[in-house]
């Protein structure tokens, strides 16, 4: 039976700081899915500040053809989930084929949020980001066509891989097991020695 899978997130950023820029775009980074197979399960847009988002931001994941395989809004305010930097919205879950591209960004509109540049991006070990910058200009949600190793940050995706290494998690039937076990020996060795 395969490993149980937690939630991962796509980047880990530091060094981050406010940036408006100027005009509208979907941004967000271009990544190569590694030796296994993912399920993102999540979409999420950059919170700098990790106060709220002024306004929603739709975020899509496409293959490196452009086709887009799934879309989410994520909501204005605190009401999303912050991880990091980022505010995330479920997806129904989509499994990304190893070795395969990927592209993911979300829609930005001058004016609202600031998004975050000159930052030191890490990325999870099951993927490798292949473009930092992945951009397309314009108001609504696009598949990002212009490419850079510039870091600015955007978009990401939370995941889940079997092959990534997880945290021990207690199991009550056999914690129980144990627990039963180690009162009978102690048992067993006090009558013991009471013989003797």
């Known amino acids: 039976m395969a490993s149980p899978a937690f939630a991962f997130q796509g980047l880990s ?6 940036s408006t820029g100027s005009g509208d775009f979907s941004i967000g980074y271009r990544f190569q899915v590694g030796a296994s197979d993912i399920s993102v399960n999540s979409l999420g847009f950059l919170d700098v500040e990790q106060d709220g988002l002024q306004t929603a931001h739709n975020v899509g994941l496409y293959n490196d053809a452009g086709a887009q395989l799934s879309q989410v809004s994520v909501d204005s305010g605190t009401s999303a989930p ?13 499994t990304l084929t190893a070795g395969q591209i990927y592209r993911v960004a979300g829609s930005f509109q001058f004016g609202t949020d600031a998004f975050a540049s000159n930052l030191v991006i890490t990325n999870d070990p099951a993927i490798t980001v292949l473009n930092q910058l992945a951009l397309e200009p314009g108001p ?18 939370q995941f889940t891989s079997a092959a990534t290494a997880v945290p021990f998690e207690f199991e009550p039937t056999a914690g129980l097991a144990i627990l039963g076990g180690g009162w009978l020996l102690r048992k067993h060795l006090k009558k013991k020695a009471t013989k003797v």
């Not at 950023?13 to 406010?18: A, E, H, Q, T």
């Not at 609504?140 to 995706?157: E, H, Q």
Request: charged share 5%.
């Open 13 to 18: 950023l530091s060094g981050v700081g406010p």
């Open 82 to 94: 912050l991880i990091g930097f980022f505010r995330f919205a479920t997806i129904t879950p989509i």
């Open 140 to 157: 609504t949600l696009a598949f990002p066509t212009n490419l850079s190793a510039t870091t600015v940050g955007g978009a990401d995706i």
